[in-house]
């Protein structure tokens, strides 16, 4: 057979001149079979002296030698005797040939789909049964935040007892616990921080006492965002929004002020003589400032608009009833125009902020590396009273705010389910991580302020203007 090949393929080889090669079998002096064959030059007349004889005709028969044996064996593995398809003659039909590389070819692609296809089903087996102890984790918890509501054999104040939301009137009503769904459950036990049996007992199950909407305590719930209004330009995607807590004469607490900031060149203050003005679109006035404004950090306090000149490290005081800027100083240090803004961006360097014991400025510096610097101002002449430095990095947050005298930071301005994640008690000096809730319902956060006088948080998300009912406890 091995012959009968090399005679075939040699005469390939030749040019198809078969009638020249000759076919010798004999016994070796051991008793084994050998072949051979010779073949008539179609060139030289005689065989060249140089060592080796022809090169390129031995490196050509040793390949097609060992290409036969591969072939041998496949076909021995097969349990065929010869080459499949061979047709008496040694001749072989090309179309065979084809046809078969391709059913091989199929064969293959079959086999590695079907490899494929077993690591996805082990792949999908695995996430079932970690699916499966995540909720048996979640079911256990749920029977735990149960129990603790609700006591075996206590008559009297339980979850079924307690008023609905809407009952409540007011920011710090707590919304009626439900049982939710066991994945967004799953969510709620492990981002809170807060014990249940700590909570119900600060707010008398959900209810909040009279020493908590008089005075001072720790943040330990944020509720739902409220929309009241939303931009109608892209001047609006980012802005801020405010009431005066302390608002002078001809000033209310129901005046709402408005700034859009996007643009270069931001200067139009908008008043509104109510949040349903806001929500319709229609300003009373717009104040044209001095000096155009940067970013989201401005408030309103005492009848006047603190914010940050563009380009500049200053805080000004503009008043709201002689429309003139009243008081600017510098920030000694304080980065600006993108050296330390929030996560967001937005040259959110120097962020003014206001709760129940007076005006603030956040920010940062290149001796603090980074880390956010909290100084307490006077409201007439922007003079510093006093610094607090903290161990909170600018960039790492996406906004802050202050409560009581203590700053509070936010994980993210895009993620839907961010959390309150730090909190610096300007009293002690000490910081500590948190794991309160927070929505960001339309996933852009570009400010976030706390007033004291409604004890809400003011936001604007991607074009919304919003609030936040908040809940403390006591001090």
């Not at 603790?148 to 809407?166: F, N």
């Not at 903290?390 to 202050?402: D, E, Q």
Request: aromatic fraction near 8%; proline fraction near 7%.
């Amino acid at each position: 057979m091995l012959g009968v090949w090399l005679l075939l393929w040699g005469s390939v080889a030749l040019g198809g001149r078969a009638d020249t090669a000759f076919l010798h079998r004999a016994h070796d002096s051991s008793g084994h079979c050998t072949y051979s064959f010779t073949v008539a030059s179609p060139v030289e007349a005689a065989c060249p002296e140089a060592a080796g004889g022809v090169p390129e005709l031995r490196a050509e028969l040793a390949a097609l030698a060992a290409r036969l044996s591969r072939l041998e064996s496949r076909e021995r593995g097969m349990g065929g005797s010869g080459p499949r398809g061979a047709e008496p003659g040694g001749a072989r039909d090309p179309q065979q040939v084809a046809s078969t590389a391709r059913l091989e070819a199929a064969y293959g692609e079959l086999l590695r789909a079907k490899s494929r296809l077993e690591e996805e089903k082990g792949r999908l087996e695995r996430e079932k049964e970690e699916l499966g102890r995540r909720l048996e984790s979640s079911a256990q918890e749920i029977s735990r935040l149960r129990a603790a509501r609700c006591p075996p054999g206590r008559e009297g104040p339980g979850r079924d007892t307690l008023p609905p939301a809407h009952a409540v009137p007011g920011p710090a009503a707590a919304p009626r616990w439900e049982p939710q769904p066991l994945a967004y459950q799953e969510l709620q036990s492990e981002r809170t921080e807060v014990p249940v049996s700590r909570l119900l007992e600060e707010t008398a199950l959900g209810r909040p006492g009279k020493e908590d909407s008089a005075g001072c305590g720790q943040l330990v719930w944020v509720g739902e965002p409220v929309v009241f209004g939303r931009a109608d330009s892209i001047a609006g995607k980012y802005g801020v929004w405010m009431k005066d807590p302390e608002p002078v004469p001809p000033f209310t607490r129901d005046n709402t002020w408005r700034v859009d900031t996007v643009g270069t060149e931001v200067r139009q203050l908008f008043q509104y003589e109510e949040a349903e003005q806001l929500a319709r679109g229609y300003p009373a006035k717009v104040h044209i400032l001095p000096r155009p404004l940067e970013s989201t950090g401005a408030v309103i306090y005492r009848g006047g608009l603190f914010f940050q000149p563009r380009h500049s490290r200053s805080v000004a005081r503009y008043d709201l009833r002689g429309e003139t800027i009243t008081a600017e100083r510098e920030i000694p240090g304080a980065g600006y125009h993108g050296q330390y803004p929030y996560s967001w961006g937005g040259y959110t360097d120097i962020d003014l902020a206001v709760d129940e014991t007076g005006l603030w400025v956040i920010y940062s510096t290149e001796k603090a590396r980074g880390a956010i610097v909290l100084s307490k101002l006077d409201p007439e002449t922007l003079e510093i009273r006093r610094t607090w430095e903290t161990n909170i990095r600018k960039r790492g947050v996406a906004n802050s705010f202050l409560i009581c005298g203590t700053l509070y930071t936010v994980s993210s301005y895009s993620t839907p389910n961010a959390t309150i994640n730090f909190a610096y008690d300007t009293a002690t000096g000490t910081s500590r991580a948190l794991s309160i809730p927070f929505e960001n319902r339309f996933r852009y956060l570009s400010m976030l302020d706390y007033n004291p006088a409604e004890r809400q948080l003011f936001a604007w998300d991607s074009f919304n203007m919003v609030t936040y009912p908040v809940r403390l406890s006591r001090a």
